[in-house]
Every structure is written in structure tokens, then in C-alpha cells.
């Protein structure tokens, strides 16, 4: 995604999501690492729904 746009730092959060999740709550809490990836892949889904029905600006325009 990074090359494919020109722009490699837009792979920044999803880098720290990952170290997130492989320190924080895998090792720290000692939730399985399928339960993580699966909360990434929802995450993931909400993000790309949110974004493709531009809920953002119309939530945005209400409330501002």
C-alpha cells in the first residue's frame, strides 16, 4: 500500500497496531494471538466501512 501510493509512512499505524497487540495485549494480558488478529480484522472492516459510506463527514457535519 505504501509503495503502490507514494507515500510508505501511511504503513506507520498499522506497524504500531502491530506491536501493539504482540506486546500489550498477547504477551500482557495473555489473550490468544487468533482473538488479537481476529479484533485487527474487525477493526480493519469498521475502518473500510466507515470510509466507503463517508459516515465520517456526515457525523462530522452534525455535530459541527
Do not use: C, Q
Request: a neutral charge; glycine letters at 10%; zero cysteines.
Amino acid at each position: 500500500m505504501g509503495i503502490y501510493a507514494k507515500y510508505s509512512f501511511a504503513l506507520a499505524p498499522v506497524i504500531g497496531l502491530n506491536v501493539y497487540f504482540a506486546f500489550s495485549v498477547v504477551l500482557g494480558l495473555g489473550i490468544d494471538w487468533r482473538v488479537a488478529l481476529a479484533a485487527v480484522l474487525l477493526e480493519g472492516l469498521i475502518f473500510i466501512g466507515l470510509t466507503v459510506t463517508n459516515i465520517s463527514i456526515i457525523t462530522t457535519s452534525l455535530l459541527g
